[in-house]
């Protein structure tokens, strides 16, 4: 039988939503291609593992995303002209897998293909994914790929400006679907999930303002419910204890598994996130009005572009979310931007990336 060609796709520990793994499923569900995930695990200069392990990777990172790899001017490690670490392991990976193109869903993945491919001199395609709607200032040409898959046409027009043509970037939307969920199906996966009837707020953050949201969610008393994701213990420690200073603790559930993060989502009223493309990009394809809050650096310039149009409401800080929670419970602004947000995303799909690529490259 003959073998399909393979899609590799690129990763790295700073994706969000599981692009890689979405895309993968896409391509491989068309029928035309296998398709293989690999993070910096595997492809990275030095082993992934514990703070050494980050601290090597955010170090290599800020290396690759830097002004001097933008002028091509990063310095070279270990005797020259031969392949080190992870350029080596990169020119090993598309060596093994013979891949028909790389497909990269962060910027440090495209980073590190590009840097491998000028040093060991393959020829291998490559397709990069731009996970923002603000083209990042990490998308630097000397990282070009063959094609861009974006967003949103001001992405496109940003990359235009930077000197890629304007046939090189495709306006796809970003890799996450979520099905439309009505407010009947809402209600009703509410009950099945044991919350009461009363508005449900679902919140995603970290740390500090994960506390601080929740303390100001539960003074609201039995006006709402909240559901409030925490991965992390130690923070799932301080979210208990806040909850168990409530009123009514029967409204506050925390969500600590992973498979229910989704679940509580999309049955929840109002989301309430960091800034997070995967988070957002389904809401506003499952129907859920969302009110965001940031970071600092890309995350303030991807919120101002959200916000300008209508498409999440800001929280500039933690007490702004009791009076935007209010005014999409008390006007007609949380259907404004549910619309606002379904008519950007109708029109895209994983299926449609993945169909768009096999035709584009003859699988």
């Known amino acids: 039988m003959q073998r399909k060609p393979v899609v590799l796709i690129l990763t790295s520990s700073d994706e969000c939503g599981n692009a890689a793994e979405n895309l993968a499923g896409a391509i491989r569900a068309c029928g035309g291609y296998n398709a293989v995930v690999l993070d910096e695990k595997k492809y990275g200069a030095k082993p992934f593992r514990g703070r050494l392990g980050r601290l090597a990777f955010d170090t290599d990172r800020r290396r690759l995303l830097s002004p001097a790899a933008a002028a091509g001017r990063l310095p070279v490690r270990g005797r020259a002209r031969k392949l080190f670490g992870r350029n080596k392991r990169v020119a090993n990976a598309v060596k093994r897998y013979a891949p028909e193109y790389v497909l990269t869903v962060t910027p440090y993945a495209q980073a590190a293909f590009s840097e491998a491919k000028r040093k060991a001199g393959f020829t291998v395609p490559s397709v990069h ?31 235009v400006a930077r000197g890629v043509p304007t046939r090189h970037v495709v306006v796809t939307g970003l890799p996450y679907d979520a099905p439309y969920v009505t407010p009947i199906e809402t209600e009703e996966g509410k009950q099945e999930l044991g919350l009461p009837r009363t508005p449900t707020v679902f919140v995603n953050a970290d740390g500090r303002d994960a506390v601080e949201i929740l303390g100001l969610m539960v003074d609201q008393g039995d006006i709402l419910n909240v559901a409030c994701y925490a991965e992390d213990v130690g923070l799932l420690a301080a979210l208990r204890s806040k909850a168990d200073g409530a009123e009514t603790r029967s409204n506050v559930v925390l969500v600590t598994r992973k498979d229910m993060f989704e679940e509580y989502l999309l049955m929840s009223d109002i989301v309430i996130t ?90």
């Open 129 to 159: 994914s731009v996970d923002a709607f603000v083209l990042p200032q990490a998308e630097l040409p000397v990282h070009a790929a063959d094609i861009y898959l974006v967003e949103n046409n001001e992405v496109k027009d940003a990359l």
């Open 274 to 363: 960091r800034y997070d493309p995967s988070v957002i990009y389904r809401c506003f394809k499952a129907g859920k009005p969302v009110i965001a809050f940031g970071g600092g650096g890309e995350a303030e310039k991807n919120l101002d572009y959200l916000s300008e149009r209508r498409l999440v409401m800001r929280a500039r800080n933690d007490i702004d979310v009791v009076a935007l929670i209010y005014k999409f419970m008390q006007t007609d602004t949380a259907s404004e931007y549910i619309a606002n947000g379904r008519a950007r995303t109708e029109m895209f799909s994983l299926a449609n990336t993945a169909n768009y690529l096999a035709a584009h490259t003859g699988g």
